[in-house]
C-alpha cells in the first residue's frame, strides 16, 4: 500500500514571533550602525576643518596683527545687528507668545518663518541699491526716530492702564495694533526734526552710504525672525498653569512675564541670543554687499568695515595656495570658525539645560 504523505506542520506563534523578533533586530543593528557611521563622518569633518586650517595656515603673531581690522569689522557689524534685533526680536516674540490671541499667533509665527527664508544676497541687493541712498539722506530723522520711539511707546504703555475697563478688554491680544498710529506719528515728527535739524545747522550725508549703520539695520533685520522664532519657543514652552497660578495670585500679564515666564525660560533665551549671534558673525552676502569693505577699527557708525567673512569672499579666489596672504585668511577663516563654534557650544549646552529644567530633572 502507498504511504500517505505527512503533512508539514505549521510553524507555532512563538516561532513566527522569534522570526520577527530576529528580522527586528537586524534592521535595528544595521539602523544603528549607519547612524553611528554618520556621527563619525560629522565628527571627523568638524575636526578636520580647524585642523586643516591650523595646519596650513601657520598661526603666528603677525597674522593676528594682520587680522584685526577685518577682526574687529566681524565684531561691530555682529553687535550693531544685535542692537537692532534684540529689541525687536525679544518683544515681539514675549507679546506673540503670553499675549497674542492664538489666531493671530497662528499666522504671525509662520510670517516671520517665512521672512527668515529670503536669501541673505536679497537683502543685501536692497541695502545696497536702495535703502543706502535712503538712508545717507535721512540719516538725522533715523536716530530722531530710534530716540523718540521708545520714549513714545513707554508713555503709551504707562498710560494704557488708566484707559477705560472695557476698551482694555475689547483690545486683549490685539494692543500692538494700537500703536501703529503712534509709530506713525513718531516717524513723522522724527522726519520734521530731522529735516529741520538738517537745514538749521547743514549736516550732510555721511561720507559713505554704505556704512556700519547700515550693516546693522539691514543684518538686524535679517536676524531677527531666527532670533524671534528660538525666543517664541522658548517662552510659548513655559507650562501655563504656572502663568495661570501667578494670575489667580493678583499678578498682571506683565509681571507674570517678568518674574515667572522669563527666568523659566532664561536658558531658552540667552542660547537663542548667541545663535543670532553666531549667525551674524558669519553673515556674509549682506556685509559684502552692504558695509564698503573699507578696513577701519573705529567705532565710527558713519564709516565703511571689512568682516572676516566678507573678506574671504574677496580675497579668496585670489589667494596664491602657499602664499602668505593664503595662510592669512586661512587663519581668519580659523578664527571665524572657533568664534562660531564656541557660541553654538554654548548655546547647546544651555538649551539642553532649559529641557532638563522644563522636564523637572
Known amino acids: 500500500m502507498p504511504v500517505p504523505a505527512v503533512e508539514s ?23 544603528n550602525g549607519v547612524i553611528r557611521c554618520a556621527a563619525v563622518a560629522v565628527l571627523a ?30 565684531l561691530k557689524a555682529a553687535f550693531a545687528a544685535m542692537v537692532v534685533a534684540l529689541p525687536l526680536g525679544l518683544f515681539a516674540a514675549a507679546w506673540c507668545a503670553r499675549f497674542a490671541s492664538p489666531a493671530t499667533r497662528a499666522w504671525l509665527k509662520p510670517v516671520f518663518e517665512l521672512i527668515e527664508a529670503v536669501p541673505a544676497v536679497v537683502l543685501g541687493l536692497v541695502a545696497s541699491v536702495t535703502v543706502a541712498p535712503w538712508l545717507a539722506r535721512h540719516v538725522v530723522s533715523v536716530a530722531a526716530f ?18 477705560p475697563a472695557g476698551w482694555r478688554r475689547r483690545a486683549t491680544g490685539y494692543e500692538p495694533w494700537l500703536c501703529v498710529p503712534v509709530i506713525a506719528g513718531v516717524a513723522l ?12 545747522l547743514g ?9 556700519l549703520l547700515l550693516v546693522g539695520i539691514v543684518l538686524g533685520l535679517a536676524v531677527m525672525p531666527m532670533l524671534f522664532t528660538l525666543a517664541e519657543d522658548a517662552l510659548f514652552a513655559v507650562p501655563a498653569h504656572l502663568t495661570d497660578g501667578a494670575l489667580a495670585l493678583g499678578a498682571s500679564r506683565w509681571q507674570a512675564l517678568v518674574r515667572l515666564v522669563v527666568p523659566a525660560a532664561a ?14 558673525l558669519g553673515e556674509t552676502m549682506i556685509v559684502l554687499m552692504a558695509s564698503g569693505n573699507t578696513p577701519d577699527a573705529t567705532g565710527n557708525p558713519f564709516v565703511g568695515l571689512r568682516a572676516i567673512s566678507a573678506n574671504l569672499a574677496l580675497e579668496a579666489p585670489e589667494a596664491v595656495p602657499g602664499s602668505a596672504h593664503y595662510r592669512l585668511l586661512l587663519t581668519s577663516a580659523l578664527l571665524l570658525f572657533v568664534l562660531c563654534f564656541i557660541l553654538n557650544s554654548v ?14 530633572l
Do not use: K, M, Y
Not at 352 to 360: P, S
Open 146 to 163: 530710534a530716540a523718540l520711539l521708545p520714549v513714545a511707546l513707554g508713555a503709551v504703555g504707562l498710560a494704557w492702564p488708566s484707559a
Open 347 to 360: 548655546a547647546d549646552a544651555v538649551r539642553v539645560r532649559l529641557r532638563r529644567r522644563l522636564a523637572g
Open 203 to 211: 549736516v550732510g550725508e555721511p561720507a559713505t552710504p554704505w556704512n
Open 9 to 31: 506542520a505549521a510553524p507555532s506563534p512563538g516561532q513566527v514571533f522569534r522570526a520577527q523578533l530576529a528580522r527586528r533586530l537586524r534592521r535595528e543593528r544595521w539602523t
Open 267 to 280: 536658558p531658552g533665551l540667552f542660547a537663542a541670543v548667541l545663535l543670532c549671534l553666531s549667525r551674524a
Open 189 to 200: 515728527a522724527a522726519w520734521l526734526i530731522g529735516s529741520g535739524i538738517t537745514h538749521a
Open 45 to 74: 569633518a568638524v575636526a578636520g576643518i580647524p585642523t586643516f586650517l591650523l595646519v596650513d595656515a601657520g598661526v603666528s603673531s603677525a597674522s593676528w596683527a594682520a587680522l584685526r581690522p577685518v577682526f574687529v569689522g566681524s
